[in-house]
Structure formats: structure tokens, C-alpha cells
């Protein structure tokens, strides 16, 4: 299958690796993966301040872009339902830009949703083995996009890999985008509890597929919890497949951004 990365913001500009990881996997697994140079912002920031004029531009330059791919992998699920869910609402139904975001729309995944829904890997018959103990933060859009315990299920199958239940792991970061910027005191909180609960599970990483989260929490943890480091299941899968080496993962807690 040829499949084009769309990449997103957040992780081209500071999570690389972790796109890296995704390739080496996606190109282990028999798949030719090509990066749209051209591609750009989804258009997701300024649909979620009412700026629907400017995401509109960039969701017709985006369908524009992918519109030759096969098939469209992301590492983020919040961009992935920007595609799946909110460019449908920009143009009237059944205009041609309506049933071209529909198209892309069919063939759009995130990188963990391709994997278990559309690859249906088997990570013990591929012999993934990574040793240690985890955590797993999941995002709050995931659930939009019909994805619950697919991250765990996946975790599961890696001989080595020693997983811990996150508590109330359904609560938000409170990252949301512009949120943590408009309501600083209220994400502070939030994220604060989100550490004290990877604090509860004594887990030596905590695995994390979204940039923003991984931005806000990192943050936090660099903080109060600098002992924990935070590592993408792409690179946990590159790594226990020996395409990547051992390494602290691309949201180290000393990296991160937000979080008080």
C-alpha cells in the first residue's frame, strides 16, 4: 500500500522521532510511505477559535494535497478527527469540495487506529520485544474516532513491556489547544492531576501518541515528576523491532512544554 504521512505541526516541529518511528514501522511492515512536501496546518486551531474562513483555506489546500494518496497515516488523533470529522461541516452537502472531504475523510487513520483496524497487526507473531514498565495516556479525540483500548491491546502483545492501568485515565490533560492558553489556571490543574495519577502506577515511562498532550504533560512531569519520561508506541515499536535505538523517546519530560 502507498501511504502519505501527514505529519502535523506539532510533531514535525518538535517531536520528529516519533514520525521517524512511524515510517520505519509502517515501511517494515511491506508499505511504501511518501511525505506530501507541500503539506501544511489542517486548519484545526483556527476551526476551534470560530475562525472558519482560514480553516476552510487550509482544508481545501490540505484535500487538494492528499487527494492522490492511497491511504493517509497521522500520528495525531485530534488532526485525524479535524479530517474525519469537522471538514465535512465547511462546505454544503453535495457540493464537489463537500464530497472531496469526504474522500479524504474514508481514507484518513491515525497511526494506531491503521494498525490495529486496517493492518491488523499481530505485534507477538512479529516478535516486538521492549522491555520496561508503562503507562498509557489516552487522548480525548481518539474517542471520537471509535478508539478506546486499541493503544493497550497493542502495548499488550510486546513481549517485555510491563503495562500499568493509568487511573481515571478517561480525564483530560487539559491541554485542548488554545484552552491551556486561554484557561492557564484550569489546564494547570488538570495536568496536575493527570501526573498524580502517573505517579500512582510507579511506571518507568508513560507512552503517549499526541503531540499536545505529550507537550503539556512532559511539562508537568519536568516539574514534579522528572523521574518519568514519555515515550510514543511508534518508537516503542520501532525500537523493540530493532529499527530504532534505545533511546529516552522524542517527549523526554526535559523537553516538554506546558504544565505547571
Request: charged letters at 20%; one cysteine or more.
Amino acid at each position: 500500500m502507498r501511504i502519505a504521512l501527514f505529519i502535523t505541526c506539532l510533531t514535525e516541529q518538535f517531536y520528529p522521532r516519533a514520525a521517524v518511528a512511524i515510517v520505519k514501522v509502517l515501511e517494515h511492515l511491506g508499505h511504501t510511505v511518501e511525505f506530501p512536501a507541500a503539506q501544511t496546518c489542517c486548519g484545526q486551531p483556527m476551526f476551534n477559535n470560530g475562525l472558519h474562513d482560514d480553516a476552510r483555506d487550509l482544508a481545501r489546500r490540505m484535500i487538494e494535497i492528499f487527494a492522490p494518496a492511497e491511504h493517509v497515516v497521522t500520528p495525531s488523533g485530534s488532526c485525524a478527527a479535524m479530517v474525519r470529522e469537522h471538514f465535512l461541516h465547511l462546505w454544503p452537502e453535495r457540493s464537489g469540495e463537500h464530497r472531496a472531504a469526504l474522500a479524504l475523510a474514508a481514507k484518513t487513520s491515525e497511526f494506531v487506529e491503521f494498525l490495529t483496524k486496517v493492518e491488523r497487526v499481530d505485534l507477538r507473531a512479529m516478535r516486538v520485544r521492549w522491555p520496561g514498565s508503562v503507562t498509557y495516556h489516552r487522548s480525548c479525540h481518539l474517542r471520537s474516532l471509535g478508539l478506546c483500548d486499541e493503544a493497550e491491546t497493542l502495548l499488550d502483545q510486546i513481549e517485555g513491556v510491563r503495562r500499568v492501568p493509568l487511573p481515571r485515565a478517561e480525564q483530560c490533560c487539559g491541554f485542548g489547544g488554545t484552552f491551556a492558553v486561554n484557561y492557564p489556571q484550569i489546564s494547570a490543574g488538570m495536568v496536575s492531576d493527570k501526573v498524580s495519577a502517573i505517579r500512582e502506577t510507579n511506571a518507568e515511562r508513560l507512552v503517549c501518541n499526541e503531540a499536545g498532550c505529550g507537550m503539556n504533560i512532559a511539562g508537568a512531569c519536568r516539574r514534579a515528576l522528572p523521574e518519568v519520561s514519555l515515550i510514543t508506541i511508534g518508537e516503542v515499536i520501532a525500537q523493540g523491532l530493532g529499527l530504532l535505538p534505545r533511546e529516552g523517546g522524542s517527549m523526554n519530560a526535559d523537553r516538554g512544554g506546558g504544565g505547571s
